[in-house]
């Protein structure tokens, strides 16, 4: 039976794509979290700066059809109350080792973020399981493309900029997996309590990425866990 990490990646390497709520606003959290999730989301990460976070994350947590994680993970302390809450993956939009180091010592997979080539070594190098690219490069895929090019073993995973039209395309680039921000939970919508479009893009969303291939061979097997750090050498 995988660990409770295996098992997180091996959802990602299976769902391609999570859905990321990322609002001020504390009456859409949940309607628009449920609105994703009867999309066929199974996959959810759910933003620390976001209202009642730890309580919506406590609550989905129960769910054993969903992988749920915490975004804008910034310290230590943060992690811990995330991990507290129930949180199997851990996000950032930063590079922070220890951040890393705990979601290593407590069976959580880390997903720091990082632009440069040299950001996303030292994120892997530290043990990441998962590289956010953020923010956005302008070049979107191309950038992906050059950056695997030397660096295949790199699992990779876009967000800002990530859409309907251009998720194909980030998925030929050979990211690992994508995530939904705006381009999913749209800010008019919300706004307008449209949360029946929110279902309905999920579902074309998911569609879409479910039909393209599984995660990239080049990246190494999802079950490789702590300690096999790909071309350090």
């Given at each position: 039976m995988p660990s409770p990490r295996a098992a997180v990646l091996e959802a990602f390497a299976h769902?391609?794509?999570s859905a990321i709520l990322r609002t001020d606003d504390a009456a859409v959290v949940r309607p628009a979290l449920d609105a994703v999730i009867a999309g066929g989301f199974r996959i959810v990460e759910v933003t620390l700066t976001t209202p009642g976070c730890l309580t919506h994350i406590r609550a989905l947590a129960q769910r054993d059809d969903l992988v749920i994680g915490a975004g804008t993970v910034l310290?230590?302390?943060?992690?811990?109350?995330?991990?507290?809450?129930?949180?199997?993956f851990l996000v950032s939009p930063v590079t922070d080792p220890q951040v890393?180091?705990?979601c290593r010592q407590h069976d959580l997979v880390s997903v720091p973020g990082a632009l440069t080539p040299t950001e996303m070594m030292t994120a892997?190098?530290?043990?990441?399981?998962?590289v956010k690219l953020f923010p956005a490069p302008a070049s979107g895929p191309d950038y992906v493309k050059a950056v695997r090019g030397p660096l295949p073993f790199l699992r990779l995973v876009p967000t800002s900029g990530v859409d309907e039209q251009n998720c194909l395309a980030w998925l030929?680039?050979?990211?690992?997996?994508?995530?939904?921000?705006?381009s999913l939970f749209d800010r008019e919508d919300l706004q307008q309590r449209r949360f029946d479009r929110l279902q309905q893009r999920a579902q074309r969303l998911v569609a879409k990425v479910s039909a393209y291939a599984p995660a990239p061979a080049a990246a190494p097997a999802v079950g490789a866990l702590a300690g096999q750090h790909v071309g350090n050498g």
């Amino acid at each position: 039976m995988p660990s409770p990490r295996a098992a997180v990646l091996e959802a990602f390497a299976h769902h391609r794509c999570s859905a990321i709520l990322r609002t001020d606003d504390a009456a859409v959290v949940r309607p628009a979290l449920d609105a994703v999730i009867a999309g066929g989301f199974r996959i959810v990460e759910v933003t620390l700066t976001t209202p009642g976070c730890l309580t919506h994350i406590r609550a989905l947590a129960q769910r054993d059809d969903l992988v749920i994680g915490a975004g804008t993970v910034l310290t230590v302390d943060d992690a811990k109350e995330a991990m507290a809450a129930g949180a199997r993956f851990l996000v950032s939009p930063v590079t922070d080792p220890q951040v890393i180091t705990f979601c290593r010592q407590h069976d959580l997979v880390s997903v720091p973020g990082a632009l440069t080539p040299t950001e996303m070594m030292t994120a892997h190098r530290a043990g990441a399981d998962l590289v956010k690219l953020f923010p956005a490069p302008a070049s979107g895929p191309d950038y992906v493309k050059a950056v695997r090019g030397p660096l295949p073993f790199l699992r990779l995973v876009p967000t800002s900029g990530v859409d309907e039209q251009n998720c194909l395309a980030w998925l030929a680039a050979g990211v690992f997996a994508l995530g939904f921000v705006n381009s999913l939970f749209d800010r008019e919508d919300l706004q307008q309590r449209r949360f029946d479009r929110l279902q309905q893009r999920a579902q074309r969303l998911v569609a879409k990425v479910s039909a393209y291939a599984p995660a990239p061979a080049a990246a190494p097997a999802v079950g490789a866990l702590a300690g096999q750090h790909v071309g350090n050498g």
